[in-house]
C-alpha cells in the first residue's frame, strides 16, 4: 500500500522564475515508481516525469526535473523558467512494482504570474 | 496517433438511474485502467484490465460498480442505482503494458442530480 501527500494546496511563481513543488509518500514495497502529473482545466492528465525508484539518479524532462530522497520517501518536483503554460493542477502519484494502480497525493494548484 | 478517448464529456442523471461511460484506449495497448476523481482531490483507482479480464478490481467502491472490457480494447464502466454521491469526473488511462506510463482521457464529468 501507498500513501502520497502534497502539503501545498496552492502555489505561484512568476514568469521565467523557479518553483519547487513537494510531495512525500510512504510505501512497504522495496520496488516502485514515482510520478508528477500535470492537469489543466481540460481535465487531461498529462504525464510530466517518471522516476524508477530503484535509480539513484534524479530524472529530468527539460525544464522539469525531481529531487528524489529515497530515505526521507520525498520526491519534489522542480520547474525551472516557468511558462504560462505551466499553470495547472499538479499531482505526484506512486505505484508499486507489482501493483500498477497509481497513488495520487490531493494535488497543487500552480498559478504563474506574467 | 490518437490518445484515449472517453464518451460522454459530460452526463447528467437522475438518482437510482443507470449509467454507462466508454473509453476507447490508445491502439495497441493491452492495459487499461479506471479512476475516479472527486471535487478538489486526486484520482482515486477504480479497477484495471490487462486484455479482457479484470486483473485487480479492489478499488471499485460497491456491487454498483461494475466494468467490462469484452474484446480486450474499449471498456465500459457502468453504474447501477445512482446516488448523488457518484457524482466525480470518471478518468481512463491505458499503458502499452501493466506498470508501464499510463496515459489518460480526458474524462467524463457524472452530475446525478
Known amino acids: 500500500a501507498q500513501t502520497v501527500t502534497q502539503s501545498q494546496p496552492e502555489m505561484s511563481v512568476q514568469e521565467a522564475e523557479t518553483v519547487t513543488l513537494s510531495c512525500t509518500y510512504d510505501t512497504s514495497e522495496s520496488d516502485y515508481y514515482l510520478f508528477w502529473y500535470k492537469q489543466p482545466p481540460s481535465r487531461q492528465m498529462i504525464l510530466v516525469i517518471r522516476?524508477?525508484?530503484?535509480?539513484?539518479q534524479n530524472a529530468t524532462e527539460n525544464r522539469f526535473s525531481v529531487n528524489f530522497q529515497k530515505a526521507a520517501k520525498s520526491f519534489s518536483l522542480k520547474i525551472s523558467d516557468s511558462q504560462l503554460g505551466d499553470a495547472a493542477m499538479y499531482f505526484c502519484?506512486?505505484?508499486?512494482?507489482?501493483?500498477?494502480?497509481?497513488?495520487f497525493g490531493k494535488g497543487t494548484k500552480l498559478s504563474v504570474i506574467p | 496517433g490518437a490518445g484515449v478517448s472517453q464518451t460522454p464529456s459530460n452526463k447528467v442523471t437522475e438518482k437510482g438511474k443507470y449509467v454507462e461511460l466508454r473509453c476507447d484506449p490508445i491502439?495497441?495497448?493491452?492495459?487499461l485502467y479506471w479512476y475516479r476523481q472527486s471535487l478538489g482531490q486526486g484520482p482515486e483507482f477504480l479497477i484495471y484490465f490487462q486484455g479482457t479480464g479484470a486483473a485487480d478490481d479492489s478499488g471499485l467502491p460497491n456491487d454498483r460498480f461494475f466494468a467490462v472490457r469484452p474484446e480486450g480494447s474499449v471498456s465500459t464502466l457502468k453504474i447501477q442505482r445512482t446516488e448523488r454521491g457518484d457524482s466525480a469526473v470518471y478518468l481512463c488511462?491505458?499503458?502499452?503494458?501493466?506498470?508501464?506510463?499510463?496515459?489518460f482521457g480526458p474524462g467524463t464529468r457524472l452530475t446525478v442530480l
Open positions: 502519484a506512486g505505484s508499486g512494482a507489482g501493483s500498477y494502480q497509481l497513488t
Open positions: 522516476q524508477e525508484a530503484y535509480k539513484q
Open positions: 488511462a491505458s499503458s502499452l503494458n501493466l506498470g508501464d506510463t499510463q496515459y
Open positions: 491502439s495497441g495497448h493491452t492495459a
